[in-house]
């Protein structure tokens, strides 16, 4: 059973910034394209981005290009994204998502496997 966990958030004022971490147990974290979305009351859960198994490739929601970056170690089971010039309308809870894939150099938007949440609120 592969098991998902993130930490990093708290609260932070408009322009701060902070890393989201991600670690995964319960299976070969290199075989799984990981992602990271985000979730405000009352919407759904929105994509933010993803990245391959090799960590070579990205993608990013367009809210977030520029400012946000998500990375992998891959010898630490661990994803991440690191947050910067974080504005308001970023709050929300980040959610950590992994999804077992063929293809080395693939991004997703799909994914099988969630972690339970950790909250972001950015002050104005």
């Known amino acids: 059973q592969v098991q998902l966990g993130e930490s990093g958030g708290g609260l932070v004022q408009a322009g701060g910034s902070l890393r989201l971490s991600c670690v995964v147990s319960?299976?070969?974290?290199?075989?799984?394209?990981m992602g990271w979305f985000r979730q405000v009351p009352g919407k759904e859960r929105e994509f933010v981005a993803s990245?391959?198994?090799?960590?070579?490739?990205?993608e990013y929601e367009d809210s977030v290009k520029g400012r946000f970056t998500i990375s992998r170690e891959n010898a630490k089971n661990t994803v991440y994204l690191e947050m910067n010039s974080l504005k308001p309308e970023d709050t929300a809870v980040y959610y950590c998502a992994a999804k077992q894939f063929m293809l080395v150099y693939a991004t997703l938007r799909d994914f099988d496997y969630w972690g339970q949440g950790t909250q972001v609120t950015v002050s104005s």
């Open positions: 990245i391959s198994r090799s960590g070579t490739f990205d």
């Open positions: 319960g299976g070969t974290f290199s075989e799984y394209v």
